[in-house]
């Protein structure tokens, strides 16, 4: 069944995907390649807030990073291997404790599942590029070769051109690692058109018509036998090598035409043997090796664009998916972003897993689908981890474990303001803030928004309450997301509080607003405050870090 999950792969992995249920897993974990690259090594420096973008791909040794690391080096449950374990230790000798640390981390963690999870006729492609790819190789070789798996490729994927006039080589190509989980992998090769425009100097012209042409001769002098002899004047060991096929071969060839004999006193002049069949150029295929220069990245004009960074190229995808999987296989994206596997897989009529940490690449996903394939076909996508109407909204906040009535007020708040807003973890005397999030009031100044989600019994005196709340949060405004329609007198109770002035929008906002759950999921009422790319991507790490208990 085709599923869309919102939420952290590795939780989702780990509690939802069974042993050996997937036939191809594609990965294009983010990283910051932009990011100087002594920086990310030595871990010095500051991050450049411009670079942050509709996820945050920075990765910080923060608690996540030291609970993931401990766990591999515990291996309580015996999940990673020896190798990946003493890699990790040595990495973390070499590199210290850092972004990089981190990054691989994460990676050692979720890969080990992708591993576990992968059919032994699977294979994994993971996507990177040359600044990480090296040490993403040892883990790769770690965890799949050190249980059957196979190293398969490194493939080069010319995605732009030379442009930079740094002092170094441009850098044009991605890195595409090829692994599988055991030797009984399914490949089927690929052919492709050859490149019209570099013929090939082995043809010849016979009248009009051209044809391939093939030596007739091997690397290496024979003394002995006929391999080594004079045929119709011509010796190969003259220049070191031998006939290639017996002499009874050529002369039958001879007969049919098939030797070209060279004019006399022409260079190269020695007899070839030619095909039986002319050459056409439109009809060349060649086999599809590892260095790929024929797709192109997604340009600002492209029509498969949908403005999500770091898109991919669904060619890309659908040729990875056509070699490695066949009809109705299982194809596992576990950082789906805006869903090119997804998009790809189903073209090809394959099976597709997706899995994405914030709601808006999930968002991304469904608005995809249902542009390519129709909303009856997207409204079939089993999507876990989002509600995505009433029915479903209602369900999660009604849900009596509290972890997932929790989950409820986080999917509302971040749905609400697009993944903006900090989750409060904190029980106490804050319990009645579930989010916080930040929004510029100048270049260099921002304020504070506060959100209450209640899933039942509003009534006028949360407005009050959420008053108080202001003040002690110092917050400019402050948001109440109700599942239930709010009263007359709470409307008026909100109002009451006054007005914000934003001076860089040049506009009023309420202090304090009342928005319900049923104008956001059916019609996308959304926070329209802008804010700073600096605060989004601390927010965005939070995020990232906050998503472990998700409502299956
Ligand atoms: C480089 S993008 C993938 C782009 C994708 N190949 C495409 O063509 O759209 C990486 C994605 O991984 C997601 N991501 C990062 N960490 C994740 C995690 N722990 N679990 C699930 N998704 C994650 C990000 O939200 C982002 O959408």
Redesign the pocket.
């Known amino acids: 069944m085709n599923t869309l999950y919102y ?4 939780d989702i992995l780990r509690k939802k995907i069974k042993d050996e249920t997937v036939d191809l897993c594609y990965i ?3 990283f910051n390649s932009k990011r100087d690259y002594n920086q990310i090594y030595n871990n010095v420096g500051t991050e450049d807030p411009a670079q942050a973008q509709a ?1 945050t ?1 920075t990765w910080v040794w923060d608690s996540i990073a030291v609970a993931g690391f401990q766990e591999i080096l515990d291996n309580a449950y015996g999940r990673f291997t020896h190798q990946a374990v003493d890699l990790l230790k040595t990495l973390h000798a070499v590199l210290g404790e850092g972004s990089l640390l981190a990054y691989l981390t ?1 990676l050692t963690l ?1 890969l080990t599942e992708i591993q576990r999870v992968l059919k032994p006729t699977g294979c994994l492609y993971l ?1 990177c590029d040359p600044t990480a790819s090296h040490y993403l190789k040892l883990i790769l070789d770690a965890i799949f070769c050190a249980q059957g798996g196979d190293y398969l490729n490194e493939i080069i994927w010319k995605r732009t051109n030379a442009r930079s006039t740094e002092r170094r080589w441009p850098r044009v190509h991605d890195v595409i690692f090829y692994y599988s989980k055991s030797s009984k992998f399914n490949f089927l090769p690929l052919k492709v058109a050859a490149d019209k425009a570099k013929l090939p100097h082995t043809l010849i012209t016979v009248g009009s018509i051209k044809y391939q042409t093939y030596d007739l001769t091997g690397a290496g002098v024979t003394q002995d036998g006929e391999s080594g002899q004079t045929w119709k004047g011509f010796n190969p060991s003259t220049f070191g090598r031998h006939w290639a096929n017996s002499e009874a071969q050529r002369e039958e060839w001879d007969a049919k035409g098939l030797i070209h004999w060279a004019k006399a006193g022409t260079a190269g002049g020695f007899p070839r043997r030619r095909d039986e069949n002319p050459f056409i150029p439109e009809e060349r295929q060649v086999t599809m090796a590892d260095v790929w220069t024929d797709v192109d990245r997604i340009n600002q004009s492209a029509k498969e664009r949908l403005g ?1 960074p ?3 190229p669904l060619a890309l995808l659908e040729r990875i998916i056509m070699a490695s999987s066949g009809d109705g296989d299982v194809v596992l ?9 997804i998009d790809a897989a189903q073209r090809l009529k394959r099976k597709w897993i997706g ?4 709601y808006q ?1 999930t968002a991304v996903v469904l608005r995809r689908l249902e542009k390519t394939y129709g909303k009856a076909f997207a409204e079939k996508v089993v999507q876990s981890g989002i509600p995505k109407d009433m029915k479903s909204a209602i369900a999660l906040a009604h849900k009596k474990d509290d972890r997932l009535r929790k989950e409820f007020e986080k999917w509302a708040v971040l749905t609400y303001t697009n993944n903006r807003a900090i989750i409060n973890e904190k029980k106490g005397a804050d319990a009645g803030i579930d989010a916080r999030a930040y929004f510029m009031t100048g270049k260099t100044d921002n304020a504070k928004i506060i959100f209450q989600v209640k899933s039942g019994g509003v009534k006028r005196g949360d407005i009050a309450t959420l008053r108080g709340d202001m003040a002690r949060e110092k917050a400019a405004l402050a948001v109440l997301i109700t599942l239930e329609d709010p009263s007359a007198p709470m409307l008026r109770e909100a109002k009451s509080a006054g007005q914000y002035r934003h001076e860089t929008m040049g506009r009023e906002y309420d202090q304090i607003s009342i928005v319900t759950v049923q104008e956001i999921v059916e019609q996308g009422k959304r926070l329209d405050i802008p804010m700073s790319l600096e605060v989004l991507a601390e927010v965005q790490r939070a995020i ?1 870090s906050k998503q472990s208990d998700l409502p299956f």
């Open positions: 939420g952290d792969n590795l294009d974990p983010p996820f791909d994460s979720r996507h999500y770091t898109q991919k994206d576990a950082y789906c972003g805006c869903g090119t596997t899995m994405d940490i914030t690449s990232e």
